[in-house]
């Protein structure tokens, strides 16, 4: 099997990204749509086709080979040189599916979406070098060249949250996220040099080595009574929790939804908050070998708690695009909870698939979810849930598939989500019971709060609307039927015969009693949704109130912002930044004031000996004379 | 060698006459009175350097040559002076030292 020409998945994105943005002024918004759909449209086939002949022939003796293309790309040393190359195996050709699949559907939707607006050739040419990152960061044979990649992702990011750079809230936001998760970037670094340094690669194949260097010995070193290893992925844990948006880190998420809606859909649901997952994914045999997987239970404990606390905030917002930031952060906890959970061989790696399973459907039913938003939003002109109401008649193809992505993320049975979920609540009862519990009930909220968005959006009040409401452009709703398509098919890819921890296929089944209480919670979440939604009325309100303070708190979003803000404001800029700044303007500066002063008075004093009158000049040079003699006669007679 | 006249008189003589060019110097208002002083502080030199020679070394003329040679000089010296003093007044209408001191801090 020759799978070289994946090369060309990332490149061609590239080549659009180079192409467009040089000549972002010269190409009319109508050619530059169709340029970056067509491209992204031949990465979307080129990686179908690699999908079917991988999974189809890939198999060596029942395991799926990796095939690895590289080049050195950078030679320090014989030891330290860095590669560049595409790494083929179960989770990057499935990884390369989800994002070619949403970065095309997302390229046609924006072609309807954006349509007259005045960047929109950059907005492509965005588009396509945030493409390019996230297939580089997918293909990435090694450490280094995945943490190239993923700055490249956070850039991009940043450039298209900030797209509309006329908006101060977006300028902002795309500050924030660049900001707090360049901080989490920071720890990933650190990881990434203690990982290789002491396995002397940055190479994924012998880092992940059952019998390399860091598997077998990784009790050789210890720091404060874990081993060094260990400290290390914690510390690339925290790369990846900052980039999927895992608590403390999730702040800045909610804020990229002022980003164009079809960007949130490819990047803030879909594809980049994802690369946390998969980058453990990725290193999953260390992260489960050493020091028997303490940082996994990390990953699981913070996954668990942030889907959990994701999922009481998505109930009370009212913005429905940071109701879905917050699901989207809730069910990533959900991704890392399943990996956290998961352990290695044959049907014990349940978790991992079922997580890796979860970040397929998820980025089906969320990207469609989103779409569906951008679409109301195009028509409504707000984002606000309350400017919306009883817009099923008039939107028909987006009512239909909004309730089909609901369905699926509730787990409603039949539905991808219903599956995949299935899969992680069963490898979470197996392993710890106390994740199950919460994931159980995470599973409840999620069916209310997607319910609560789907009837306030279709149907609740009857609104007025400026203009009346009409079903988008065939553009935008192609792509959406297509997911829509996926949202209920993607479950039903036998996922087990493809992606497993040890990559040796085996048989996993629904487990019928968990399925089913998970099902029943979901309905319970569906039917109070239904009452207190469906027609407008005074429960929600009442309902709020018997909470109290808890729904206050809820509703600011448990304060993490003002928190945030507390600590850098207040502490770091008002106390330690006040008073190295005192330190810099008065001892630092006041030094260099205070020798400049001196010298000023000084030269202030003397100046006056140059009077300018050449006859005090000649009699001072004379008295030197005399002074000079009298000195050279006085040694001269002694 | 002069008789009756000791070479401690005449050098008495030279350097009363050194100082009162030095003092003239010094205090003169006049550009041109200045110059006049100068002119004695050389003549006071030059006397110095004729009698030495002939009182210490009777047989030898180095001090008479260099006589001549500080005579050259002065008048070198004072045309350039005067030149100077000439340029001064074209460029002031005034050749008092005290309109001078214009190059200070």
Excluded: C
Aim: proline share 3%; net charge neutral; hydrophobic share 50%.
């Amino acid at each position: 099997m020759d799978f070289s020409y994946t090369i060309l998945i990332p490149l061609i994105p590239l080549a659009l990204f180079v192409i467009l943005g040089i000549f972002s002024k010269k190409i009319p918004p109508s050619i530059s749509g169709w340029i970056g759909s067509l491209g992204l449209g031949t990465s979307f086939v080129l990686s179908w086709y690699t999908a079917y002949s991988y999974f189809l022939g890939g198999k060596l003796n029942g395991v799926y080979q990796t095939f690895i293309y590289k080049t050195t790309w950078l030679n320090f040393t014989d030891k330290l040189h860095i590669d560049m190359g595409v790494l083929i195996d179960p989770i990057s050709v499935m990884m390369l599916v989800v994002v070619s699949t949403i970065s095309f559907m997302v390229h046609l939707y924006s072609r309807g979406y954006m349509k007259g607006d005045d960047g929109y050739t950059r907005f492509f040419s965005y588009l396509a070098l945030f493409s390019f990152s996230m297939f580089g960061l997918v293909l990435a044979t090694n450490l280094f060249q995945m943490y190239i990649f993923w700055e490249l992702v956070g850039a991009s990011s940043y450039l298209l949250i900030g797209y509309y750079y006329t908006k101060p809230s977006a300028v902002a936001a795309g500050k924030k996220a660049f900001i707090v998760t360049r901080f989490a970037d920071l720890g990933f670094l650190i990881g990434i040099l203690l990982i290789s340094y002491y396995s002397g690669t940055f190479d994924f194949q012998e880092i992940n080595s059952l019998h390399g260097s860091i598997i077998t010995n990784w009790a050789a070193t210890s720091f404060m009574g874990l081993s060094v290893i260990t400290w290390g992925l914690i510390l690339i844990y925290l790369g990846a929790a900052g980039k999927s948006a895992m608590m403390p880190f999730h702040i800045w998420l909610p804020d990229a939804m002022e980003g164009p809606t079809p960007v949130s859909a490819l990047i803030h649901a879909a594809t980049m908050v994802v690369a946390g997952v998969y980058l453990v994914a990725r290193l999953f045999p260390v992260y489960y070998f050493v020091e028997n997987g303490f940082a996994l239970q990390i990953v699981a404990y913070v996954g668990a708690i942030s889907s959990l606390v994701a999922a009481i905030i998505a109930i009370t917002q009212t913005d429905i695009k940071r109701v879905l930031a917050f699901s989207t952060m809730s069910q990533i906890g959900y991704m890392m909870l399943a990996l956290g959970v998961s352990k290695y061989d044959g049907h014990e790696g349940l978790g991992y698939m079922a997580s890796m399973f979860h970040l397929f459907t998820h980025a089906m039913f969320k990207a469609l979810l989103f779409l569906g938003a951008g679409s109301v939003i195009h028509i409504v002109h707000s984002n606000y849930l309350k400017d919306m109401g009883n817009l099923r008649k008039h939107m028909p193809i987006t009512h239909i598939t909004f309730l089909i992505a609901s369905l699926s993320i509730a787990g409603f049975p039949g539905f991808a989500g219903f599956f995949s979920k299935d899969e992680i609540l069963a490898a979470a009862y197996e392993n710890n019971m106390l994740i199950y519990v919460s994931s159980v009930l995470v599973a409840g909220l999620t069916a209310f709060y997607i319910f609560r968005l789907y009837f306030g959006i279709f149907w609740g009040k009857d609104n007025t609307y400026e203009h009346t409401p009409h079903e988008s452009p065939w553009s935008m709703t192609i792509p959406m039927l297509f997911l829509a398509f996926m949202s209920i098919a993607g479950g039903y890819i036998p996922f087990s015969d493809y992606i497993s921890a040890d990559s040796i296929p085996f048989k996993s089944h629904l487990n019928l009693p968990l399925a089913a209480i998970a099902t029943s919670i979901g309905f319970i979440g569906i039917i109070l949704a239904y009452v207190f939604y469906k027609k407008e009325n005074n429960l929600p309100e009442r309902f709020a109130n018997s909470f109290g303070v808890f729904y206050k708190w809820t509703y600011h979003k448990f304060y993490f912002d003002e928190i945030y803000l507390f600590v850098t404001k207040k502490i770091l800029f008002g106390i330690v930044g006040f008073s190295a700044a005192w330190f810099d303007k008065h001892i630092v500066d006041g030094t260099m004031v205070g020798i400049g002063n001196t010298t000023v008075a000084i030269s202030e004093k003397i100046k006056g000996w140059q009077s300018g009158k050449f006859q005090d000049y000649a009699m001072s040079f004379v008295g030197g004379g005399v002074v000079i003699a009298m000195v050279v006669f006085y040694i001269w007679i002694n | 060698m002069i008789a009756g006249i000791n070479i401690y008189e005449i050098l008495t003589l030279t350097s009363i006459l050194f100082f009162i060019g030095l003092y003239g110097f010094f205090t003169r208002e006049n550009l041109i009175t200045v110059l006049l002083s100068i002119e004695l502080i050389l003549n006071a030199s030059a006397l110095n350097f004729v009698l030495i020679n002939t009182y210490l070394y009777p047989d030898l003329l180095q001090g008479a040559i260099f006589t001549i040679f500080i005579i050259a000089l002065a008048a070198a010296e004072t045309a350039l002076a005067i030149a100077i003093i000439i340029n001064l007044y074209k460029l002031i209408y005034s050749v008092e030292v005290k309109d001078t001191e214009t190059m200070k801090y």
